[in-house]
């Protein structure tokens, strides 16, 4: 049985287009150039899995038809990779199942504050998320998949990618530490963030980009977290020969090794 992974959304923190801009990629007609906030599906069978549930959470399992949520891995406690996680409370109350999230100890204490609400014994009602908070500490499985968490850094923030068999996925990352690197080997895919061509202080730009991928000779590399200084037409046009390509809302690959 193959797993497969879905792009729910490929956008940067403002989304794409953005509010208020007039460029051309704001105003493209290529559907592949509006990108919701950042976050993927994975499907093993009839079983879900979603990393990351930004702000319009609820818009992308809508869009691409999500019935279930099985488990929820999170990279880090930034509004647009965050701020959805209340709309999980549709698949654990209406499916009366406690819904597992994964995440960094220190990502974890960050929900329980601004989702404070959910642990709150006067809180009564129906409309909250019934979910277990478990520490990433190891390695673990979710949804019958063996999960490795790779320590990546997001500026000065240590936050996660995770690794789901042969595939690497890695939003928000602008380094590598070297001890992540034996995590990585025989990638099949690797999904990293670019948000422009030259550099950046908390994501990597298109040219560090292409040195990590010669580092890690993945057999192919999808940018996401794109921001709308990038044409999906022109930076597929541009990259496709280097084996690195533009991802999109709905793309869809096939997870080999899991």
Request: glycine residues 8%; hydrophobic residues 40%; proline residues 7%.
């Amino acid at each position: 049985m193959k797993a497969v992974l879905e792009f729910l959304g490929s956008g940067t923190s403002t989304g794409v287009p953005v509010p208020g801009c007039r460029c051309r990629v704001c105003r493209s007609p290529d559907p592949r150039d509006r990108r919701l906030r950042s976050s993927v599906l994975i499907s093993l069978g009839k079983r879900r899995l979603v990393v990351d549930t930004g702000p319009e959470f609820r818009i992308q399992c809508l869009r691409a038809g999500v019935e279930r949520v099985d488990a929820v891995l999170v990279t880090h406690h930034h509004a647009d990779h965050l701020y959805g996680l209340d709309d999980i409370r549709a698949y654990s109350f209406f499916k009366r199942r406690t819904i597992p999230v994964w995440a960094a100890p220190a990502t974890l204490r960050e929900i329980r504050r601004h989702f404070a609400y959910i642990w709150r014994s006067s809180q009564i009602g129906g409309g909250l998320p019934d979910i277990e908070l478990r520490p990433v500490e190891g390695g673990f499985k979710a949804i019958g998949i063996d999960i490795v968490p790779i320590p990546i850094k997001h500026g000065e923030l240590d936050i996660l990618g995770y690794r789901l068999g042969n595939l690497a996925y890695m939003t928000d990352i602008s380094r590598l530490p070297p001890a992540s690197l034996p995590l990585l080997e025989n990638l099949d895919a690797m999904v990293v963030s670019c948000v422009r061509c030259h550099s950046h202080p908390t994501h990597l730009s298109l040219i560090e980009v292409k040195r990590l991928h010669r580092l890690l000779r993945p057999r192919r590399t999808l940018l996401t977290h794109l921001a709308h200084r990038f044409s999906h037409r022109e930076l597929l046009m541009e990259l496709a020969r280097f084996d690195i390509f533009p991802a999109y809302d709905g793309l869809r690959i096939n997870l080999d090794g899991v």
